[in-house]
């Protein structure tokens, strides 16, 4: 098999990418190693920025979207106390959108067979090979080896993939801040308890309200890293949400059967190798954020923004340019991002090692935020993405 750009990975980095390329006639086929039905069922983020929406719009799969999504005009963060509301469209004159990441995936890839885009899914032991030269991918599936030649290789295949684990040890750039805490997470089939969603750092921790739809909402409390969802029963979540945003939000927390119960770690991780040879990561396989301020995906899609444009720029005119720049061109938005949502996580999580002292100085930073509308507009032309 021949192909011009092998695309690792059917998460949206990889699934964005292959749309693109293909909408500028460049030849491209994606091995995903899980199955289609798992692929379409992950559970993930949900705050759309403007350049991933207008990603979707470009492509022409935006329907959907535009039909479900939320618009969100603001959010809160509150000290346990008040909401201080960032009105992030009159600040910036944008917005986000509220649509799962599950959403958006399906979207893309039931968009794949009419637009010539091949995923090919269950692809195991995928390798890569012979990257500074003429560059291949070998995989499996149903037991019969497979090598595709290419041009290029894109590595969308998240933190765990092969891609990243490709690019010798000796020319690695990463860096790494683990979290000493995690998300304990439930989706279910209940209406939203606030319009917005609310950042809190109230007296009993961090707790997050946000939704998926208006009849579907996503809450996340932090919880220690020896936590186990085994250890919170249904009731004793919905007990302590309700203690955290019943007194802040409009409606108070409306219960219901969980659809799913998780618990994430929080790390910040940027792997600044992002070429090599003809490899290039985008998305999780070049950086993880905390998912305080909502910019994994977003971060994804600037990435293929600025990958497949350097890809259609070479094969159109032979123009390197773009090639060349693209690992230094996203990653300084990329820090800029890790920033934010470094930022963020300090302000609004109770670390183990801190004091008093480090309370008051979260709660002195959120007074300060509730009445400057000069930071509110950092905050906010932050929440909504920086610019390409």
């Given at each position: 098999m021949k192909t011009q750009v092998a695309i690792i990975g059917s998460g949206p980095s990889g699934l964005l990418l292959g749309h693109l390329l293909r909408a500028a006639g460049i030849d491209c086929i994606i091995l995903e190693r899980q199955t289609?039905?798992?692929?379409?069922?992950?559970?993930?983020?949900?705050?759309?920025?403007?350049v991933t929406t207008d990603l979707m719009?470009?492509?022409?799969?935006?329907?959907?979207?535009?039909?479900?999504?939320?618009?969100?005009?603001?959010?809160?963060?509150?000290?346990?106390?008040?909401l201080i509301r960032i009105d992030i469209t009159r600040l910036t004159g944008k917005h986000v959108t509220v649509y799962g990441q599950t959403e958006l995936t399906r979207d893309l890839i039931a968009a794949a067979p009419d637009r010539g885009l091949e995923i090919v899914f269950e692809a195991k032991d995928v390798a890569l090979h012979d990257l500074e030269g003429s560059p291949s991918v070998s995989y499996s599936k149903d037991g019969i080896e497979?090598?595709?030649?290419?041009?290029?290789?894109?590595?969308?295949?998240?933190?765990h993939g092969p891609s990243r684990k490709a690019i010798p040890a000796h020319l690695v750039r990463e860096y790494e801040r683990e979290y000493p805490f995690g998300w304990l997470g439930i989706l279910a089939d209940v209406?939203?308890?606030?319009?917005?969603?609310?950042?809190?750092?109230?007296?009993?921790?961090?707790?997050?309200?946000?939704?998926?739809?208006?009849?579907?909402?996503?809450?996340?409390?932090?919880?220690?890293?020896?936590?186990?969802?085994?250890?919170?029963?249904?009731?004793?979540?919905?007990?302590?949400?309700?203690l955290r945003f019943d007194p802040i939000s409009?409606?108070?927390?409306?219960?219901?059967?969980?659809?799913?119960?998780s618990i994430a770690p929080?790390?910040?991780?940027?792997?600044?190798?992002?070429?090599?040879?003809?490899?290039?990561?985008?998305?999780?396989?070049?950086?993880?954020?905390?998912?305080?301020?909502?910019?994994?995906?977003?971060?994804?899609?600037?990435?293929?923004?600025?990958?497949?444009?350097a890809l259609i720029a070479h094969y159109r005119g032979g123009d390197e340019s773009g090639l060349a720049a693209?690992?230094?061109?996203?990653?300084?938005?990329?820090?800029?991002?890790?920033?934010?949502?470094?930022?963020?996580?300090?302000?609004?999580?109770r670390f183990p090692e801190d004091g008093a002292f480090e309370h008051r100085m979260q709660f002195a930073e959120l007074d300060y935020v509730a009445s400057s509308e000069a930071m509110q507009t950092v905050i906010a032309e932050n929440y909504v993405g920086l610019p390409l």
């Amino acid at each position: 098999m021949k192909t011009q750009v092998a695309i690792i990975g059917s998460g949206p980095s990889g699934l964005l990418l292959g749309h693109l390329l293909r909408a500028a006639g460049i030849d491209c086929i994606i091995l995903e190693r899980q199955t289609r039905d798992y692929v379409e069922s992950r559970i993930r983020a949900g705050v759309l920025e403007t350049v991933t929406t207008d990603l979707m719009k470009q492509l022409g799969v935006d329907a959907r979207m535009n039909a479900e999504g939320l618009i969100e005009e603001g959010f809160n963060l509150a000290d346990g106390e008040r909401l201080i509301r960032i009105d992030i469209t009159r600040l910036t004159g944008k917005h986000v959108t509220v649509y799962g990441q599950t959403e958006l995936t399906r979207d893309l890839i039931a968009a794949a067979p009419d637009r010539g885009l091949e995923i090919v899914f269950e692809a195991k032991d995928v390798a890569l090979h012979d990257l500074e030269g003429s560059p291949s991918v070998s995989y499996s599936k149903d037991g019969i080896e497979h090598r595709i030649a290419c041009d290029f290789v894109a590595g969308c295949d998240g933190f765990h993939g092969p891609s990243r684990k490709a690019i010798p040890a000796h020319l690695v750039r990463e860096y790494e801040r683990e979290y000493p805490f995690g998300w304990l997470g439930i989706l279910a089939d209940v209406p939203p308890c606030h319009p917005e969603l609310i950042y809190s750092n109230g007296p009993r921790g961090f707790a997050l309200a946000s939704m998926r739809s208006a009849t579907r909402s996503r809450y996340y409390i932090q919880v220690p890293l020896t936590e186990k969802v085994e250890d919170w029963p249904e009731d004793r979540l919905w007990d302590e949400l309700a203690l955290r945003f019943d007194p802040i939000s409009e409606r108070g927390v409306t219960r219901g059967p969980a659809l799913e119960m998780s618990i994430a770690p929080l790390r910040s991780y940027v792997f600044e190798t992002m070429r090599h040879g003809r490899l290039f990561l985008a998305g999780d396989s070049a950086h993880i954020v905390p998912p305080t301020g909502a910019k994994g995906l977003n971060l994804a899609a600037s990435d293929v923004a600025y990958l497949s444009d350097a890809l259609i720029a070479h094969y159109r005119g032979g123009d390197e340019s773009g090639l060349a720049a693209y690992e230094k061109k996203a990653l300084a938005r990329i820090w800029k991002a890790e920033r934010f949502s470094w930022y963020l996580t300090k302000l609004m999580h109770r670390f183990p090692e801190d004091g008093a002292f480090e309370h008051r100085m979260q709660f002195a930073e959120l007074d300060y935020v509730a009445s400057s509308e000069a930071m509110q507009t950092v905050i906010a032309e932050n929440y909504v993405g920086l610019p390409l």
